[in-house]
């Protein structure tokens, strides 16, 4: 396979990212609903710490070029991002 294959083949899964991504914003609009009728904060360190911890051990189980480091890094932006949509 050439360069523009492998591209290609990135723009498809950039497309499947964009799409997963916005499902998970859209039910953390809903979690934010749910949050606010009964006044709890967005912020929850302790989900947040549960959802890295394991990212990091199916990252370490699945393996790839991508570190564990690399995809909590990843995720905790996803999380930023979501919350200010769960507000």
């Known amino acids: 396979m050439d360069i ?7 723009d498809e899964l950039e497309n499947t990212l964009i799409e997963l991504l ?13 949050k606010k009728e009964k006044e709890l904060p967005v912020f ?17 189980k699945q393996g790839g070029p ?10 905790q932006v996803i999380m930023t991002e979501t919350r200010q949509v769960e507000k």
């Open 4 to 10: 523009a294959n492998w591209r290609t083949k990135i």
């Open 22 to 34: 916005n499902n998970r914003a859209r039910y953390a609009v809903e979690i934010g609903k749910i």
């Open 44 to 60: 929850d360190a302790s989900r947040e710490q549960e959802i890295l911890e394991r990212v990091a051990e199916k990252t370490k």
């Open 66 to 75: 991508l570190s564990p480091e690399s995809m909590k890094r990843i995720f």
